[in-house]
C-alpha cells in the first residue's frame, strides 16, 4: 500500500521564528515547491523563485526537518536540485536568506561557498511611546496623492528612488525598467493620505515612502533627500502623523547602510532580528 503523505503546505504546521523566508515563499510560490520524502514521510522541502528586477538570481529558500535522518545526504540531494534549476534558468547566482542563527541547511551551505552578502535589521516600534519633538516648518509638506497628482514632480520622485534603486544591492545588482512599471511597483500600498515629501523653495528635497499593511502596521520604505536636516524633518513630521493614525512602526535597516542604522538608532525599536543573506556565484 502506497503511503499517504501530509500535504505539502502542512509539512511545517507552526512558522519557527527563524523560518520566515520558506513560508513566504511556499505561500506565494506554490507551483515551485518540491517536496523530499525518502522514508515514506517528508522529510524536507524546497522552493525557488525570480525577481523581475533581479532577473539573472535564483531565489531559494528550504526547510529541512531536524529529526530526518542522514541530514549531509539529504543536503546533498536538495542543494544538487536547487543548482540544476539554477543552470536550467542560465541564472548567475543562486540567493537565499533569513532569519540568524541559519538553520542547519543554510549553514551547511558556507561549504559550498555560499558567503554572506548583507546583513540587514527588522524592528518594529510601538508608535505611541515615541516622544517626539514638534520641528521647525521649513517647507511644504506634500502627501503621496498630492505627489503623484503632479506630473513634473512625480517624474522626479521616480526617476530619483529608482536611480537609487538600481545597482543595489550591489551583490545582486538591478536592472532599469520603465518608469511606469516602477510606479506600479513603488506606490503598490503606498500610504496616499499620508505625508510624503518636503518641498523647499520649489524644490523637492525630501521624500519617504511608508506601506500599509493592516489597520495598525506600517512599514518605512525607501527614504531619499538632499541633505540630512530635510529628512529628519520630513521624518519627525511623519511620525507625528502616524502616531494619529497607526499603532506600530517597522522596517528593515541594512547594517552596513549608515542612514539605515542612524535611524534605527534613533528609535526604541523593538523585536529585532537579524536577516542575513547568502549567496554563491554558479
Known amino acids: 500500500m502506497r503511503a499517504i503523505l501530509p500535504n505539502k503546505t502542512e509539512f511545517i504546521p507552526h512558522a519557527p521564528q527563524n523560518e520566515h523566508e520558506i513560508f513566504m515563499a511556499m505561500r506565494t510560490y506554490p507551483d515551485n515547491v518540491k517536496v523530499y520524502h525518502p522514508h515514506g514521510s517528508i522529510d524536507a522541502t524546497s522552493v525557488f523563485w525570480h525577481n523581475k528586477l533581479h532577473p ?23 542543494y544538487d536540485d536547487i543548482e540544476k534549476l539554477a543552470w536550467k534558468f542560465d541564472d548567475d547566482r543562486m540567493i537565499t536568506r533569513d532569519y540568524a542563527p541559519q538553520h542547519p541547511f543554510n549553514q551547511w551551505l558556507t561549504t559550498k561557498h555560499f558567503q554572506l552578502v548583507q546583513t540587514a ?5 510601538d508608535l505611541g511611546t515615541l ?28 526617476e530619483r528612488s529608482m536611480r537609487k534603486y538600481a545597482g543595489k544591492p550591489t551583490f545582486n ?15 503598490h500600498r503606498q500610504i496616499s493620505t499620508a505625508p ?32 540630512a536636516q530635510a529628512l529628519n524633518e520630513l521624518l ?37 532580528n537579524k536577516y542575513e543573506t547568502y549567496m554563491r556565484l554558479t
Open 236 to 272: 519627525n513630521r511623519q511620525l507625528q502623523w502616524l502616531q494619529d493614525n497607526y499603532q506600530t512602526l517597522t522596517g528593515e535597516f541594512g547594517m552596513t547602510n549608515r542612514l539605515d542604522m542612524k535611524i534605527f538608532q534613533s528609535l526604541p525599536f523593538k523585536d529585532v
Open 131 to 158: 516622544s517626539l519633538n514638534t520641528p521647525i516648518a521649513s517647507g511644504t509638506l506634500k502627501t503621496f496623492a498630492e505627489v503623484s497628482s503632479q506630473n513634473s514632480l512625480y517624474q522626479s520622485v521616480l
Open 121 to 125: 535589521l527588522t524592528a518594529t516600534v
Open 196 to 227: 510624503f515629501a518636503l518641498i523647499q523653495d520649489d524644490q523637492l528635497v525630501a521624500f519617504s515612502f511608508l506601506y500599509g499593511l493592516g489597520d495598525h502596521l506600517v512599514e518605512l520604505g525607501q527614504m531619499n533627500a538632499t541633505n
Open 56 to 78: 539573472n538570481a535564483l531565489n531559494f529558500a528550504v526547510y529541512v526537518d531536524p529529526k530526518a535522518t542522514e541530514q549531509d545526504v539529504l543536503f546533498q540531494r536538495v
Open 173 to 187: 545588482p538591478a536592472i532599469t525598467m520603465p518608469l511606469p512599471d516602477w510606479s506600479a511597483l513603488i506606490s
